[in-house]
């Protein structure tokens, strides 16, 4: 009896300490897609992630943390079941890692459901920026149809009037086409191709015989590899000009795809040759670490490890108090690669966005060189439909 | 209009003939052996590893792919001799399990020696462009495709119909007992058989390598089309597999790209984008179902 009682008040002060004192570690849940075609974007902001923990010295807010890493394929089922594991047997504090809006839509409701917050380094899918926004949720990057509608901007004012659209059919895609056509107004035609698609044969027969004067295409990773040089073998880059999202258009398609890049436009938010302090170390570093440039896809790892250590740092590693967290990853007290940015009220980036052109740098390496900006303080379009709790 | 349907046209030729390579190793020893083999596909994938390899290696695109065939080659005799031999005797259930085993095998050893992310295969530098003929275009590297698919599927019907060892073939796939008690060293003549199939994948597999990817897993999504080709051909029938293949290539192809454009003459816009290759997704599907329907056996089965 007397055994039952002093057990009950042990647990009890242990329970009581963890709170009042804080977590004396942090855990943060990585899935991504790091195998098939879409690896290049999750090994992208996995590496960037680590190199922000190797610049913290393994620490987030000066506490040990622990970053478990898991695939999740590039299949929904696999990364909600990683994801499940992560929160009910790891208790992990944080997520993030996801690259795909579709597996971050299947993702999001266990997550929130537990209370944990999810850090999106990359998929920004329109409905957790619009109705379904939710507190849980912080998106360290863009809304997937930020980097479209700067092109959509450029292109229409560049006077193009008859451009076909190639997209996955996924949200990720739909974004896409929406986010172009809000500021393209000329004739569009959309192809819509299995997510995950390699040989684009029939569309390029189709995009031939339909004669645009622009082709814009949103094909990340391994689709956008296969799609250029499929487009440049079907000899149809003299008549028909390329435009990209910088999802289409970053270091791991210029790796794989090379010279036929040359010349290409596309939007960005974050660019190698930004001059800021945080960004010249980041960039250099990431070389020197892993022997090649970063894409946006590691600059938004290494900023969505900042943050979280911003905001455990904020609230004294008290991460049981989910209002205080919420508030420090709101008030997101760190320098971001890409200059400053404001939170929008859905936890979504208000930011500038940038025009790029690959060329070949000073030491003759095929890149991206940052033109101008295309938007300042830019928002999404969804915001006005979030309602957060 | 013409330059569209004659490009789809080819298009769908190149699919269905490379299609037909991985077909005919898959319908010959389904059809001779009573074997069902799902890791044919895998021998697809460890030949398009290996053609990447020794491409990286020396260089050279020709020397991958002449690599890629022998080493594939050698892996499937050994394969043969190892195991699937003595699955043989036993009934399907057990060669799916057992074969379904080699799939998972083969995608973590490939995974351990060349890691998770796709490998680079690039065609040669000479064939990246398009060829033009009288205002036509048309990428030469899969002209190249469809000059080596007919040349190998010309090759087979030659090896046979004309030759001893192909005489062997027909007849042990039509009827094995017959074969055997006619004094034909059957196992020799599978492990021959198995052989040339997994040449024949790992062809397939160098040849698509640069216009697809070289990735864990990409021997799983073609698999399921070569079985598919073998259906509607007729199980064991090489012409089968040819006819099957370049159905299947043919219809996918110009479903693809002439489904959207009929359903915008009668839908708005928006709806025919999505509605198009959904459509043409299952199209193949629908095509094996009719042919299935109406010949149970196949177009061309090679048993009576």
């Not at chain 1, 004192?21 to 690896?39: C, H, I, M, R």
Request: net charge positive; hydrophobic share 50%.
């Amino acid at each position: 009896m007397r055994l039952t009682a002093v057990a009950a008040t042990l647990a009890a002060s242990l329970l009581l300490a963890s709170s009042a004192f804080g977590a004396d570690k942090v855990k943060v849940g990585f899935v991504s897609t790091l195998s098939g075609p879409g690896a290049g974007l999750g090994v992208d902001i996995r590496d960037g992630f680590n190199l922000a923990m190797k610049h913290l010295n393994g620490k987030l807010g000066n506490l040990p943390a622990e970053v478990i890493i898991a695939d999740d394929q590039q299949k929904p089922d696999v990364a909600k079941a990683e994801t499940e594991k992560f929160l009910k047997k790891d208790k992990v504090d944080f997520m993030t890692g996801i690259v795909f809006s579709n597996i971050m839509l299947a993702v999001g409701p266990q997550v929130f459901e537990n209370k944990t917050f999810y850090i999106s380094a990359n998929a920004g899918p329109s409905q957790y920026a619009g109705e379904q926004c939710n507190p849980f949720f912080f998106n360290v990057a863009w809304q997937n149809d930020n980097l479209h509608e700067a092109m959509g901007k450029y292109v229409q004012d560049k006077g193009f009037r008859n451009v076909v659209i190639v997209t996955p059919n996924y949200p990720g895609g739909k974004d896409a086409v929406s986010g172009f056509k809000r500021y393209y107004k000329g004739r569009a035609e959309e192809m819509y191709t299995k997510l995950g698609q390699l040989d684009y044969a029939a569309e390029l027969a189709q995009i031939r015989a339909s004669k645009p004067d622009a082709l814009f295409f949103f094909l990340p990773g391994g689709m956008g590899i296969n799609f250029v040089k499929q487009f440049v073998a079907a000899g149809l880059s003299k008549d028909i000009q390329l435009f990209a999202p910088g999802f289409s258009a970053d270091e791991d398609v210029i790796k794989a795809v090379g010279t036929p890049m040359l010349g290409m436009f596309n939007s960005s938010h974050w660019a190698h040759d930004f001059d800021n302090p945080e960004n010249k170390r980041f960039v250099a570093d990431f070389e020197k670490e892993y022997g090649r440039l970063p894409s946006l896809y590691a600059s938004q790892g290494y900023d969505a490890a900042l943050l979280i250590d911003a905001a455990v740092r904020d609230v004294k590693g008290k991460l049981d108090d989910k209002v205080a967290l919420q508030k420090a990853l709101e008030a997101k007290r760190f320098k971001s690669v890409r200059g400053d940015f404001k939170w929008n009220t859905n936890h979504y980036p208000v930011q500038n966005y940038v025009l790029r052109v690959i060329g070949k740098d000073v030491q003759g390496r095929v890149t991206n060189k940052t033109m101008g900006t295309i938007f300042s303080n830019h928002a999404d379009a969804y915001v006005a439909s979030c309602k957060m709790k | 209009m013409t330059q569209l349907f004659l490009e789809q046209a080819l298009n769908g030729l190149q699919f269905g003939l490379m299609l037909f390579l991985l077909a005919a190793g898959l319908t010959l020893v389904f059809g001779i052996m009573d074997m069902i083999n799902l890791a044919h596909g895998s021998l697809y994938m460890v030949g398009a590893y290996l053609a990447a390899a020794a491409a990286a290696a020396s260089g050279s695109f020709v020397i991958g792919v002449l690599a890629a065939v022998a080493g594939t080659m050698a892996v499937g005799a050994l394969l043969e001799l190892a195991v699937l031999r003595r699955l043989y005797t036993r009934d399907h259930l057990s060669q799916v399990l057992a074969t379904f085993a080699l799939i998972l095998i083969a995608n973590e050893a490939v995974r351990m020696v060349w890691g998770d992310q796709p490998v680079m295969l690039n065609a040669p530098e000479a064939l990246a462009g398009p060829v033009e003929i009288a205002g036509f275009s048309y990428p030469a590297f899969r002209l190249l495709i469809i000059a080596v698919g007919v040349l190998v599927a010309l090759a087979l019907y030659v090896a046979v119909t004309k030759t001893r060892v192909g005489m062997w073939v027909r007849a042990g796939a039509s009827n094995r007992e017959m074969t055997e008690a006619l004094g034909i060293n059957v196992k020799r003549l599978f492990t021959i058989v198995f052989a040339v199939g997994a040449g024949l994948c790992a062809l397939a597999g160098a040849m698509l390598g640069p216009l697809l990817a070289v990735q864990v897993g990409m021997g799983e999504s073609i698999l399921i089309l070569a079985f598919v080709v073998i259906v509607i051909g007729g199980i064991g029938s090489i012409r089968g597999a040819l006819v099957g293949s370049l159905l299947v290539g043919v219809v996918d192809t110009l479903g693809r790209a002439l489904l959207p454009w009929l359903l915008r003459s009668f839908l708005p816009g928006e709806v025919a984008a999505h509605l198009g290759p959904a459509l043409a997704a299952i199209l193949i599907y629908v095509l094996m179902a009719a042919i299935l329907f109406w010949k149970p056996s196949g177009l061309f089965p090679a048993r009576g």
